[in-house]
Nanobody, 125 residues
C-alpha cells in the first residue's frame, strides 16, 4: 500500500503562484509513475502533469509554461509549482501514483491506483 498526503493548497488572486507538495509513504518502491490531477465542481477529474522514475514529464496543454512538476526521491515527495494562476485553475488537486505496466506515465486518471485526499486551490479574479 502507498499513502499520499497533499499540502500547499490555498486561495490566491489571478496571476499568483502556489506550490503543492505530495508526501508518499509505504511501499513507494512499487510505484514508478506519479502525477497531479484536478477536479472542479461538476467536472470530471483531469490530468495536470505526470513524471516517471526516469524523469520523463507530461503536461496537459492547459498548464504548459505555467506549471512545473518535480520530485525529490530522497524525500519521497512530489511537487507542483503553479505560476500565472487563472480562475479556471480553481479545483481540488490530487496527487496519484501507479506502477507502469506496458504503457507509459500517461495523464489518464483511470490508470492510477493510489490517490491522496486532495488539496483545494482557489484562484480569484
Amino acid at each position: 500500500q502507498v499513502q499520499l498526503v497533499e499540502s500547499g493548497g490555498g486561495s490566491v488572486q489571478s496571476g499568483g503562484s502556489l506550490r503543492l507538495s505530495c508526501a508518499a509513504f509505504g511501499y513507494t518502491y512499487s510505484t514508478d509513475c506519479m502525477g497531479w490531477f484536478r477536479q472542479a465542481p461538476g467536472k470530471e477529474r483531469e490530468g495536470v502533469a505526470t513524471i516517471d522514475w526516469m524523469g520523463n514529464i507530461r503536461y496537459a496543454n492547459f498548464v504548459k509554461g505555467r506549471f512545473s512538476i518535480s520530485q525529490e526521491n530522497a524525500k519521497n515527495t512530489l511537487y507542483l509549482e503553479m505560476d500565472s494562476l487563472k480562475p479556471e485553475d480553481t479545483a481540488m488537486y490530487y496527487c496519484a501514483a501507479r506502477q507502469i505496466g506496458d504503457d507509459n506515465c500517461f495523464l489518464f486518471p483511470s490508470l492510477f491506483r493510489y490517490w491522496g485526499q486532495g488539496t483545494q486551490v482557489t484562484v480569484s479574479s
